[in-house]
């Protein structure tokens, strides 16, 4: 099951509805070995594509080793599907490198719905896992969205 802080998926909702038609892509760092998503991250969709994702070489480069200076791991790996249902396609399955990480899928074609979907991928098996949006986590501690990280994320 995945447990997710409902600013974190407001914030997930809002980039794929700015990137609609190009599919969004982003990461929720935590501590690691926590499980508990808390800083949102926005990458750029390197290849600007209705149809899938590639993280900029370089901003990925920055993220994941910002995260490995903070002790954190990607806890939730996020993209959108722009026009098929929120389910990971096969270039997702294969791609999938993260075994602690929770897929999430946002669809931004209401066509397919309008809620959020999780994964677990590990070694090509999908599984599907419940979503628990919750408006405070029991630890209490906040998610991290800085100001303007959807900008700051278009800029780069
Ligand atoms: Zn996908």
Known sequence: MLTIHFKLVEAMIAQAKQDHPIETCGV???????????????????????????????????????????????????????????????????????????????PTNPKYGDEIRSFRIVNGTVTEERVQVVNEYKSLEQPIIENGALAAAEAV
């Open 28 to 106: 929720i760092a935590g501590v690691e070995g926590s499980n508990l998503p808390l800083r949102f991250i926005p990458m750029i969709n390197a290849a600007a594509s209705e149809t899938f994702f590639e993280f900029a070489p370089k901003q990925h480069l920055q993220v994941w080793r910002k995260m490995d200076e903070n002790d954190e791991e990607p806890v939730v790996l996020y993209h959108s599907h722009t026009d098929s249902q929120a389910y990971p396609s096969r270039s997702d399955i294969e791609l999938a490198t993260e075994p602690q990480a929770h897929y999430v899928i946002i």
